[in-house]
Nanobody, 117 residues
Framework: QVQLVESGGGLVQPGGSLRVSCAASGISFSISTMGWYRQAPGKQRELVATINSGGFTNYADSVKGRFTISRDNANNTVYLQMNSLKPEDTAVYYC???????????WGQGTQVTVSS
């Protein structure tokens, strides 16, 4: 029913930029809180950024000032603009959707971002 499809991942050199996208369907997107999480090999999945229905954002300290989360309600899409990328940003990036604190979490399949020379 709910589907989140990430795209835009790839290989980028340190200091470069990428924008990953998440297209949502089967959910009331405009009232949802959307988020990006990532998981690197040997590490737990961690929150990267969230944006709620009012447009308020939250970022992990490790990406603050470098990454920007945004949403396009007309197209049911959330974006993560990643600038000044570092090798430690290498991970699978997952899209997340949630409505209300008591609501279920939905996850995408993930998109690989590799930062390497």
């Amino acid at each position: 029913q709910v589907q989140l499809v990430e795209s835009g991942g790839g290989l980028v050199q340190p200091g470069g930029s990428l924008r990953v996208s998440c297209a949502a369907s089967g959910i009331s997107f405009s009232i949802s809180t959307m988020g990006w999480y990532r998981q690197a090999p040997g590490k737990q999945r961690e929150l990267v950024a969230t944006i709620n229905s009012g447009g308020f954002t939250n970022y992990a300290d490790s990406v603050k000032g470098r990454f920007t989360i945004s949403r396009d309600n007309a197209n049911n899409t959330v974006y993560l603009q990643m600038n000044s990328l570092k090798p430690e940003d290498t991970a699978v990036y997952y899209c997340n959707a949630k409505i209300r604190i008591w609501g279920p979490n939905y996850w995408g399949q993930g998109t690989q971002v590799t930062v390497s020379s």
